[in-house]
């Protein structure tokens, strides 16, 4: 499907010029930390330091509803978990080698075949205690 295309892609493949393959140019996206963006090249931008961070993350899907929204359009949710080693630089500071696991949920409104609006959602605070905890007893 298109959403398993994406995160394979973009999330496990790391492959961020495809990202205009998946995201309309005008798409609107929330991430934890009160963080919003305009457009696929911030949303890159984002992905970006979230894997330089984080770089061997793999994800996985657990669980993915697809609900036609207004004709040809969809509205899809995705329950998914990602698993790697903080041991690289990125908006989670300098390396400390923690497992990091994450739990999350995205919801994607899909429009003529691109993502148009995205919110995703995990426990970024649960995300900093694993690196600093795993940094204090460093």
């Known amino acids: 499907s298109f959403i398993v295309n994406f995160f394979d892609d973009i999330w496990n493949g790391k492959t961020f010029e495809k990202l205009g393959d998946y995201y309309d140019f005008r798409v609107g996206a929330k991430y934890p930390g009160l963080r919003d963006f305009y457009g696929p090249d911030d949303v890159g931008a984002f992905l970006g330091e979230l894997f330089a961070a984080i770089p061997a993350a793999k994800i996985r899907i657990e669980h993915l509803a697809d609900i036609p929204y207004l004709g040809d ?18 908006f989670y500071g300098e390396p400390t080698n ?34 600093e905890g795993n940094r204090l007893r460093g």
């Open 73 to 90: 359009e969809r509205d899809i949710a995705v329950r998914w978990s990602l698993a790697g080693i903080h041991s690289g630089t990125g």
């Open 98 to 131: 923690a497992p990091v696991y994450i739990m999350g949920v995205s919801h994607f409104r899909v429009i003529r075949g691109r993502i148009r609006e995205e919110v995703t959602v995990w426990d970024d605070v649960a995300v900093r205690r694993m690196i």
